[in-house]
């Protein structure tokens, strides 16, 4: 990240004024398509994309020395199951029966990735129909389970995508990753959703084709149904009934965008999609937190808690502790709770302290270890100050046990704001 951008993303926070970044967009009349990387610079995608939270393609050629591209790709551009197969046969992989619906999800079991390649095939020579239903190979965490010899050059993260907290947080404690693969015949696809704490996504498709239906932040609202509830399937007849979804006059149709073999999609923060597998299609999909939807995900967490505690209301005078109950029921609905989050900003704002420090005494070298380097760290200790600001002041933070915490949120916020002034200048 160049100082320039650093300087204009910073003021783009100010002029928010604290507001949720991209928050409430109406649909775009369609989906920028960027062709060349040469002429595709890091400063436009932060100016043209993260900080106005739109999609964008990304031709191709973005995606073409990658491994996976050559090696998991029949010349006729279809999965290579033998070379896939004899890389990964035994590895049991979760997979999802697009057929039954599970809430707003799909019920997953888990397979050699040998017994689904089978499964593909009778799939393939039953006209795509199987006796077994329609099933999805989704959120294989395929470096998670892997060496890194086994990960040859499978692929090059994009210098795009490349500030990704989520990830730098779950290598930092080397338990789990956000990371994933998804393959499975035309057919195969994901019902209506937003990502997980509203983080971005990007998705390459390795081979094959997908069909994306987008919604963006707010336009989801005209989708809930007489209870509140959002559809499973955005295309159902059922949304067409008006008693049971009052607003859906007051919706808009999705962008559409088909994402062709080799194609990179940015998926913005809390954008809702619909995704469907035009051909047999193998991708590679991440989640990715960083500087730019920070605030996002803080404002995510705080609906969903709100939620629980409204679920839960009737007995909240009755229960001790009743508070501390709903960070476990939030924990256990929305896979993090506050102390968590804290937890999460913890370990980013150290290491990112770390660089300045080294920065400042003269010791950092050229050597930040971040992709974007030092501008890049300059900006990320800015977010993270404000999104902890904000943290230790709400009720909910406050009635957290934070007795063991080390350093004390107040503490690491200080030191947050001495780094933001000290760091100005550079
Ligand atoms: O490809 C799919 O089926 C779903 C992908 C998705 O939802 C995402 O990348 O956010
Ligand atoms: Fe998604």
């Known amino acids: 990240m160049d100082r320039e951008t650093r300087i204009f993303a910073e003021q783009h926070f100010r002029d928010l004024g604290g507001q949720v970044p991209g928050g409430c967009l109406p649909v775009p009349s369609g989906v920028a398509f960027i062709q060349v990387p040469d002429a595709f610079p890091y400063a436009d995608f932060v100016k043209g994309f993260l900080l106005p939270n739109l999609p964008c393609v990304f031709s191709s050629a973005f995606t073409e020395g990658w491994g996976s591209r050559r090696r998991w790709v029949t010349s006729a551009g279809k999965p290579d199951f033998e070379y896939l197969l004899q890389k990964y046969g035994d590895v049991v992989v979760p997979v999802a029966n697009c057929e ?13 990735f040998r017994d689904y390649v089978s499964y593909w095939k ?5 006209g795509c129909s199987s006796p077994r239903g329609c099933l999805y190979l989704k959120d294989w965490h395929l470096c998670r389970d892997s060496s890194v010899e086994d990960l040859e050059d499978v692929f090059t993260l994009p210098v795009y995508f490349s500030s990704d907290w989520l990830n730098e947080f779950w290598d930092a404690l080397n338990v789990d990753d956000y990371r994933f693969v998804y393959a499975g015949p035309m057919g195969t696809w994901s019902p209506f959703h937003a990502d997980i704490f509203h983080s971005f996504s990007w998705s390459v498709n390795i081979c094959g084709r997908k069909k994306w239906l987008f919604f963006p932040p707010g336009q989801e609202e005209a989708l809930r149904d007489c209870h509140g509830a959002l559809p499973y399937d955005m295309t159902s007849p059922e ?17 559409e965008v088909i994402q062709e073999a080799g194609e990179m999609v940015f998926v913005p923060s809390g954008w809702h999609h619909q995704v469907y597998n035009l051909d047999d299609t193998i991708s590679i999909n991440h989640n990715w937190i960083n500087g730019f939807n920070l605030a996002n995900m803080w404002h995510f967490l705080q609906q969903e808690l709100q939620a629980v505690q409204k679920e839960v209301s009737e007995w909240k005078d009755s229960m001790p502790d009743w508070h501390h109950h709903c960070q476990v029921i939030m924990r256990s609905c929305t896979g993090i709770n506050f102390e968590e989050f804290y937890h999460f900003l913890k370990v980013i704002a150290e290491r990112r302290l770390l660089i300045l420090r080294q920065e400042l005494e003269g010791d950092g070298g050229n050597n930040t270890g971040l992709e974007l380097g030092l501008q890049q760290a300059v900006f990320d200790v800015g977010r993270l100050t404000d999104v902890l600001a904000s943290v230790v002041t709400h009720p909910d933070f406050k009635r957290v046990d934070i007795s063991a915490f080390s350093p004390q949120p107040e503490e690491l916020l200080q030191q947050l704001e001495h780094a933001v002034t000290t760091a100005e200048a550079l």
């Open 100 to 112: 039954v619906r599970e809430y707003n999800s799909n019920p997953k079991e888990h397979m050699p």
């Open 122 to 126: 009778e799939y393939i020579q039953g």
């Open 239 to 255: 949304l067409l009934d008006t008693r049971l979804y009052p607003r859906i006059q007051d919706s808009s149709p999705p962008l």
